[in-house]
């Protein structure tokens, strides 16, 4: 049971953006894969 | 609030006028000089080995060795300073631990030199002292980015000391004397720096903001309602997932300063100095990383309560198994540059969320639960050294399977709860530290106004 000031941020609280990390992770990981089959390199 | 008499609610950076910000400077250069000397060695094992004719699974068994024995030392210390206060356990541990750090150069085979590196690694243990006693001397509104500064600053000793040992080095070849020989006169000097920041620790900070422990005048009843013995703390759930949690940053920070270089050098084939270059970034964002996640712990701590601070944490421990998993995959050098630093990022707020979480576990038993959880930051770092040992897994392999193993952690912060009292106590000290705020405001302004 949360204490009742934090009732209403039982979810994640949603300054913490989670999503933008997440997308740019996903960005750099399409960039990789894009770049590495143009280049043919892999380890 | 008798526990917030005298602590700073804000880190005047540039003062050292008050003992909180004395002990702020000196506790975080004192564990930058005790990182100096912990791994002053490693960049001149090529010299120790080449004369003391060491194989690859020696030099193995010495770098695990001086990671394994801080586990214990940091167990030890949290419970030390709960007994003697962090101002003399700091001294101990700087003038004891200058002594292994400069005599070192006295081992003249394999076992000796074994021996004196596992006497080094308990200098690792000075980091629940930092700890500790940033947060005796500061409010919780300010005592994550006061840990995380002070660990993370102290953190960037063990990257100066890769840079600065050679130089050391190279002075005393050029002064004429044997490699042989400078690699055990080039220990001398941190083991002085230590010995020197003890005595000044000794002189310049107190245990608490009001006073030494010995000042403080208490009587066996309340001796006894103030302490809490160690298997009490240990007993709590909560300080073992932190254990885990604080092993799945720092344990993989440590693991990445080991190999990060050789891992760069053998899949993207750099030469050794390009390689150890773009390794050094990982460890120099210490300089601000590690203090953000303090600084958001201790925001998301205002705004959200305790569980605020476990969320955080929570969050940013996920991000950094993503960060790893997506590192271990990257075959272009820039992209893995930036996915390095952007893990690296992820890494070193995750530590300084923790230890934003860890004053507020048992304040009773501060030491033994920083000692703890500290510890489980090397013993981090053991379980995944030996992953990297096992022949069948490549480099990118075994940091991806780490990167699953820390997202999968991450979930462990549910383990961390506190009950509705503990935040209630939390809520009022903040809400007592913005009274007292405003109430130093309009004092200031008042004296303003009369002056004018």
């Known amino acids: ?43 | 609030m008798n526990a917030l008499k005298g602590k700073a609610t804000s880190i005047k950076l540039f003062s050292l006028k008050s003992i909180q910000m004395r002990t702020f400077h000196l506790s975080w250069f004192a564990f930058f000089l005790c990182f100096f000397g912990w791994f002053g060695i490693a960049p001149l094992m090529a010299v120790v080995r080449d004369e003391l004719d060491l194989t690859k699974s020696e030099i193995g068994n010495i770098i695990i060795a001086s990671v394994a024995v801080t586990i214990i030392a940091r167990l030890l210390i949290g419970w030390l300073c709960d007994k003697i206060g962090p101002r003399i356990s700091y001294t101990l541990v700087l003038i004891l631990g200058a002594i292994p750090v400069m005599f070192i150069g006295f081992s003249n085979s394999y076992e000796s030199f074994l021996l004196f590196r596992l006497a080094i690694g308990v200098i690792g243990a000075s980091f629940v002292i930092t700890q500790y006693h940033t947060t005796m001397m500061f409010a919780p509104n300010v005592v994550g980015t006061a840990n995380a500064t002070t660990a993370g600053w102290g953190n960037l000793g063990g990257g100066v000391t890769q840079m600065v040992m050679p130089l050391i080095f190279a002075a005393f070849v050029g002064l004429g004397f044997l490699e042989t020989q400078a690699w055990r006169m080039a220990m001398v000097v941190p083991g002085i720096a230590m010995i020197i920041c003890g005595i000044l620790y000794y002189f310049y900070t107190t245990d608490y903001p009001h006073g030494n422990k010995s000042d403080v005048k208490i009587t066996a009843d309340q001796k006894k309602k103030e302490s809490v013995p160690f298997w009490k703390a240990a007993a709590d759930i909560r300080v073992w997932a932190l254990f885990v949690i604080y092993g799945a940053c720092f344990g993989i920070e440590l693991t990445i300063n080991n190999i990060a270089a050789i891992y760069y050098h053998d899949y993207f084939q750099l030469d050794l100095a390009t390689a150890g270059l773009i390794a050094g970034l990982f460890g120099l964002m210490n300089i601000f990383a590690r203090t953000l996640g303090g600084y958001f712990g201790d925001k998301a701590g205002i705004r959200w309560g305790l569980s605020g601070r476990v969320w955080f944490l929570g969050a940013v421990i996920l991000l950094e198994g993503l960060a790893l998993m997506l590192f271990s995959q990257m075959t272009v050098l820039p992209l893995s540059i930036a996915a390095m630093i952007g893990f690296s990022l992820c890494v070193q707020m995750s530590e300084g969320a923790t230890f934003s979480v860890v004053p507020f576990i048992n304040k009773k038993a501060m030491g033994t639960v920083a000692g703890i959880v500290g510890a489980g930051g090397n013993a981090g770092a053991v379980a995944a050294g030996f992953l990297f040992k096992v022949e069948s897994l490549s480099y990118p392999e075994a940091l991806f399977i780490i990167g699953i193993v820390v997202a999968f952690a991450s979930s462990l912060v549910l383990l961390v709860r506190f009950s509705p009292a503990m935040e209630k106590e939390a809520k009022a000290e903040l809400d007592f530290l913005r009274t007292g705020e405003k109430v130093e405001k309009a004092r200031a302004i008042a004296y303003e106004t009369s002056k004018a």
């Open chain 1, 1 to 43: 049971m949360l204490p009742a000031y934090t009732q209403e941020h039982r979810i994640l609280p949603e300054p913490l953006f989670l999503e933008y990390p997440v997308a740019f992770f996903l960005a750099v990981w399409l960039a990789n894969i894009t770049l590495a089959a143009q280049s043919r390199r892999g380890f």
